[in-house]
């Protein structure tokens, strides 16, 4: 059964937010979290991801559209964790039966209810179960997630069979990248085509591929970035629809060397990723590249890039490994900025410590620190 909640916040709020400061260009800072904060000149408006009617404690921004919604989680005291739909410039949210992943320019979302993967028409819509790969064992359990989708119908994700003895102990999991593929007729009804399986490189048992990782289609095909399996490895598949309006997969293309991951890809097949601990780009038909990082970083990944080159991602810049301390970062041409000294220095946001996603305006969608709470946000380019 669906279960949703509606909630509005006062446009005017909305509106401040978004006229709070003035325009300028990004600036580099000298350090990571050096508190200088944008002042009157700051770079980014920025909300918090806030779901008022729901006493959150935290939250979080998983994807955002090239419109004006955004997706993603918020937890409330009791420690229920919920997905939210959010459209910004009403200040509506909505609360989702299950978790929210992905949401496409037709406010369509991808996302998870219980072990099933789930496709909404939109906030309201009861949302249609997308099944996991058949077991192959008759003692295996399996569930799935949908993790991404396009304006196209394509959704991928990743299938999971656990395998059990007898005695119902578990012997070893299996995970595999999916494809499903969700049409709409014109009376409203969904049909569901797979899953497919993205298969790993050979040798490898698992593959992975999440949010943020299924670009656009051009001329019928998609390109999806992940993960292979064995010693991980990035790699990329390519989907298209064939004459009879069936799915086929390419191959697996390894991308990097082991301990690599892809974890975004644009419409121009431009990957970004994690290699050796640290992010990396590779542009379209162009070597890899590891991102600038600062003095100190001890970790890092670069989470999405949109149609413009544009990259965010999350940098763990700390003198010691003892304590994790994360900041949000945007990569420009190649010029790493911190994305904490861009917004105002009296916002209420102590340290943003991860961008998750980035739309082709430069809107930046991911988490923080927020009145002594880890919170979503939204910025939007002053």
Not at 238 to 259: H, K, M, Y
Request: hydrophobic residues 35%.
């Amino acid at each position: 059964m669906r279960i949703s909640a509606h909630t509005t916040i006062a446009t005017t709020f909305v509106t401040a937010c978004l006229l709070c400061s003035s325009v300028v260009s990004a600036k580099k800072p000298d350090k990571p979290g050096g508190g200088n904060g944008g002042g009157d000149t700051a770079s980014y408006s920025i909300i918090p991801f806030t779901p008022p009617a729901m006493n959150s404690v935290a939250s979080g921004v998983a994807d955002l559209n090239e419109m004006t919604q955004a997706v993603g989680w918020a937890e409330d005291s009791s420690g229920i964790v919920q997905g939210i739909h959010f459209d910004y410039t009403t200040g509506v949210y909505t609360t989702l039966a299950g978790s929210a992943e992905s949401i496409n320019d037709f406010n369509q979302i991808a996302g998870s209810v219980g072990t099933m993967g789930s496709f909404w028409q939109n906030a309201q819509a009861i949302p249609d179960l997308l099944l996991p790969l058949p077991p192959t064992d008759s003692l295996s359990d399996v569930r799935a997630w949908a993790l991404d989708l396009n304006n196209d119908g394509l959704v991928i994700g990743a299938s999971e069979e656990v395998f059990r003895d007898s005695n119902g102990q578990v012997l070893g999991t299996i995970t595999t990248a999916a494809v499903w593929r969700v049409t709409i007729d014109g009376d409203g009804v969904t049909s569901v085509q797979g899953p497919v399986a993205l298969p790993p490189l050979p040798g490898h048992a698992n593959s992975f591929a999440g949010s943020g990782c299924l670009s656009e289609s051009i001329s019928g095909v998609a390109l999806v970035t992940g993960k292979s399996w064995g010693q991980r490895e990035a790699v990329t598949w390519t989907i298209s629809v064939n004459q009879f309006d069936e799915l086929t997969i390419g191959a697996p293309l390894s991308l990097a060397s082991p301990t690599s991951e892809g974890t975004g890809i644009n419409s121009l097949g431009d990957v970004c990723g994690r290699r050796n601990e640290r992010p990396f780009l590779a542009v379209s038909g162009q070597p890899l590249q590891t991102l600038s990082t600062p003095r100190n970083t001890q970790d890092g990944y670069a989470l999405d890039v949109n149609d413009v080159g544009q990259v965010v991602g999350d940098l763990d810049v700390r003198k010691s490994r003892q304590a994790p301390r994360w900041y949000a970062y945007l990569w420009i041409g190649g010029e790493r900025v911190d994305l904490t000294n861009q917004i105002a220095s009296d916002s209420g946001w102590s340290r943003l410590e991860r961008a998750d996603t980035i739309n082709n305006s430069g809107v930046i969608g991911g988490q923080g620190q927020h009145d002594v709470a880890n919170r979503g946000f939204i910025m939007i380019p002053n």
